[in-house]
């Protein structure tokens, strides 16, 4: 495809739009289907699951482990481990 014509330049212009347009569309029905799911009690989001180790890693940091080693054991992230032992000092 030529984009120097001016005919290559609208045929560019209009697969641009189109492909936009799609994506709008895309995201309006992703956006419905949550609203839907939601209404219906099926929508929860993920599951906290850092938080929900977070008496385990009470006591491991009770055993002076570091933030690492914790996070090691527990198989969560660092910056989770230190989130949620700061959010209790705090």
Not at 21 to 45: H, P, S, T, W
Not at 60 to 77: C, D, W
């Amino acid at each position: 495809m030529d984009t120097k014509s001016p005919t290559g330049r609208l045929m560019i212009t209009m697969f641009g739009a189109l492909a936009q347009f799609e994506r709008e569309l895309m995201l309006v029905r992703q956006r419905e289907g949550i609203e839907r799911a939601k209404r219906e009690g099926k929508y929860k989001g993920r599951a906290p699951t850092a938080l929900r180790k977070l008496p385990a890693m009470r006591a491991l940091a009770g055993e002076g482990l570091t933030p690492s080693e914790i996070a090691n054991r527990l198989q969560v992230s660092r910056a989770s481990v230190y989130r949620l032992l700061s959010a209790e000092r705090a």
